[in-house]
C-alpha cells in the first residue's frame, strides 16, 4: 500500500509525513492507488478514507485504524506529520496482478 508521494510501501509521504502503521499489513483496503484517497486535516486533527467517516487523532497513533464507508481499512503513524497540512493523498497499491497459476500465488 502506497500513500501520497512514497517512493515504497512503507515511506512516510514527504508532503504531509504520514505513514503507514505497525499493523499496515493487517489492512482489508485492496485496490488501485488512483482509487482511493485520503482526506488529511492535521490542525483539526482528522484523517479521513474516501467516503468515509473522520476518524479523529491525538498525534502519538502508530497504529490509527482509518475506515471507508464499505468497512474498508487500513492502519496509519501520524506521529510524524506536519503541523499545518491540509490536503488529500491518494491511497493503493502502485501495479497490477500480471498472473495467477493455480497452485501458487506470484505476484508482481
Do not use: C, I
Amino acid at each position: 500500500m502506497h500513500l501520497g508521494d512514497a517512493a515504497t510501501p512503507l515511506a512516510a509521504d514527504s508532503a504531509s509525513g504520514l505513514r503507514p502503521g505497525d499493523s499496515a499489513f493487517l489492512g482489508t483496503l485492496r485496490g488501485r492507488y488512483e482509487d482511493h484517497t485520503l482526506h488529511v486535516d492535521v490542525p483539526a486533527k482528522t484523517v479521513r478514507l474516501d467516503d468515509g467517516e473522520d476518524t479523529a487523532f491525538l498525534g502519538t497513533e502508530v497504529d490509527l485504524m482509518v475506515a471507508n464507508a464499505e468497512q474498508n481499512y487500513l492502519f496509519l503513524n501520524v506521529t510524524e506529520l506536519n503541523p499545518e497540512f491540509v490536503g488529500e493523498l491518494k491511497v493503493g497499491v502502485k501495479g497490477r496482478l500480471r498472473k495467477v497459476l493455480k497452485d501458487y500465488w506470484v505476484l508482481q
